[in-house]
């Protein structure tokens, strides 16, 4: 089956949805999601959206604040191309229907968060992303040029190198093999421009605050087909969701912090002055590795996130969504202190684009998490990654509007899906296993310190894995579950390939083999895209 359109969006977060929206009126959109359209990352953000809007704000202030969390490794064009556009972003979402929440005076509320030096941050209460959500689906599902295909998961791009079996120079994307997952059928997809907007790849590590979608697919499959990766030893763990049996890694918003909360030990040291000079509010990656190092230190299981000093009512209020999560596992936060581990968060790396959110494939554009843009440097400053996704899908769709009008209208030409000789699997086993043995051993060796023994480790297991879904892949029909391991098995890599190539400690990489930073390393840690082959 084929199925062509002007606009193929794969994923539909923030950036998806944004992208989507602004094209939809000059043409067709196929809007492609592997679950239900607001299952997201997006939908699970609590903290908020950082734009410049205050009278003693500025864009300096924004761009020196990203620099600084970012180890100086952000693009400055980028860094102050997005905080610029930052106004107009919030101005587009409350187009789009997003209610922020407001004060007593009428004005819309502004929160603080790690490494901001003003109060910056938008948010609707402390569930941001499920109002953007709600916001941005709705308008979508309205639009009559958007058709939606839920529940269907990208296994590969079609490229004109993978059409006529030749590397070229000047590659194209034509659209990408799609499988439906309910009907068990691969769809060729063709389109004039094909847009990756598949989010993040927490779920390449044991302990995530993701939702179970992040396994990395438009990293993967951009990178197959021969975009480049950038940085993507950086991988951001956020330093306190919900440490409980049953919790699976319950975010607990930077935003707590923000209005006042300060991290403690079992025995209830405050302990972050002695860490940073911005004490409970340093940069994430600092937090991050305090708790791991106070956790060590002291053998306690998890820190304790205390904001019990602050009125109760103000609490419950504030953080609605936190408040009445943490209740339910039995932790009244007005009362007690709410027990936190860090977990994998965001990953600052990712297919590399211009400052248009086009990878070096002509009309294949990276949008949202799955993209490096430049921006987040080292470690991402919070709030800035919804920022980054209004914006840069805001110039995708300049540039593939702009390329459109020059341009014939025609659409590529592509072949069916072909699966060969392949039959059903007789050891489903086989793919739970592997997901869980990378998933732990990413945790154990490429977490928050790292070492070039530890990482090492992780490359020899996960090659390994690597052949046996190579030959599972080859051999049998794909299936969701196996697409997925596929895709964090490559992502895996290229994060442990990225980490042991950089030989100095910056942001969210740090390795005991060389704790300094290093001006040599001063740049992105680029991984060309796999030759034809690999698809
Ligand atoms: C948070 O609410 O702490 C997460 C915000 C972010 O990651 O930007």
């Keep these: 089956m084929k199925i062509t359109s002007d606009f193929l969006v794969i994923g539909t977060g923030i950036a998806g949805l944004s992208y989507a929206l602004k094209v939809a009126d ?16 997006t939908q699970l953000a609590q903290g908020g959206i950082a734009a410049v809007s205050a009278l003693d704000d500025s864009f300096f202030s924004h761009a020196e604040d990203t620099m600084v969390a970012g180890g100086h490794l952000s693009n400055p064009e980028i860094v102050e191309m997005v905080v610029q556009a930052g106004p107009q972003a919030i101005k587009d979402l409350i187009d789009w229907g997003v209610k922020f929440s407001k004060n007593p005076e009428n004005e819309y509320d502004l929160t603080r968060e790690g490494g901001h030096s003003h109060r910056r941050i938008l948010h609707a209460k402390d569930a941001t992303g499920r109002e953007i959500e709600r916001a941005l689906v709705a308008a979508a599902v309205d639009h009559p040029n958007i058709n939606l295909y839920q529940h269907h998961i990208a296994v590969d791009l079609i490229t004109e190198s993978k059409v006529c079996q030749q590397q070229l120079e000047n590659n194209s994307c034509l659209g990408a093999y799609i499988l439906d997952i309910k009907n ?10 094909t847009v990756l907007a598949t989010g993040g790849a927490g779920k390449v590590y044991l302990y995530t605050c993701n939702p179970d979608i992040a396994t990395g697919d438009g990293v993967a499959i951009g990178w197959r087909a021969g975009a480049a990766v950038a940085n993507m030893e950086f991988m951001q763990f956020h330093p306190t969701t919900l440490y409980h049996p049953n919790a699976k890694s319950f975010l607990i918003s930077e935003a707590v912090r923000g209005e006042g909360a300060i991290l403690r030990r079992s ?17 994430r990656d600092i937090v991050a590795r305090a708790i791991d190092s106070e956790m060590k230190l002291h053998g306690d299981d998890c820190a304790f996130l205390d904001i019990t000093h602050k009125d109760a009512d103000y609490i419950r209020e504030r953080f609605p969504t936190i ?9 009244d936060m007005t009362r007690e202190p709410i027990p936190v581990v860090p977990a994998a968060h965001y990953l600052c790396g990712g297919l590399q684009t211009d400052d248009n959110g086009e990878t070096c494939i002509r009309n294949l554009f990276a949008i949202g998490e799955v993209a490096s843009t430049g921006l987040h440097g080292a470690n991402r400053l919070a709030s800035n990654s919804l920022l980054e996704g209004v914006v840069f899908a805001e110039r995708a769709a300049e540039r593939s509007l702009a390329r459109m009008q020059e341009t014939q209208p025609s659409y590529p030409t592509i072949a069916p899906w072909d699966s060969g000789s392949a039959t059903d699997s007789d050891e489903e086993v086989v793919v739970a296993h592997n997901w ?18 530890r990482l090492y480790r992780a490359m020899s297991r996960i ?3 690597q052949q046996e879904i190579h030959e599972y892949y080859w051999n049998f029909h794909i299936t969701s579950d ?3 391991l596929r895709n964090i098995a490559t992502v895996a890599e290229l994060i442990v390939q990225s980490a042991l190539s950089r030989h100095e400690s910056r942001g969210l990489h740090y390795t005991i083999d060389y704790p300094q930073t290093d001006d040599k390393f001063q740049r992105d840690t680029v991984i060309p895209g796999a030759k034809l082959p690999e698809s």
């Design 26 to 41: 000059q043409g067709t959109v196929c809007l492609v999601t592997k679950r239900d359209i607001d299952i997201s990352a």
């Design 184 to 193: 068990n059928e691969v769809i060729a997809f063709g389109a004039r421009f």
């Design 463 to 465: 090659k390994l894995i």
């Design 436 to 453: 869980d043995e990378i998933r732990r051993s990413m945790w154990n060796y490429v977490g928050i310190v790292r070492s070039n023994k």
């Design 323 to 331: 408040y009445q999560t943490c209740l339910e596992y039995g932790i």
């Design 267 to 283: 025995d209830g040291y405050a302990f972050m002055p002695g860490h940073h000079q911005l004490k409970d509010l340093a940069p």
């Design 482 to 484: 196996l697409i997925e």
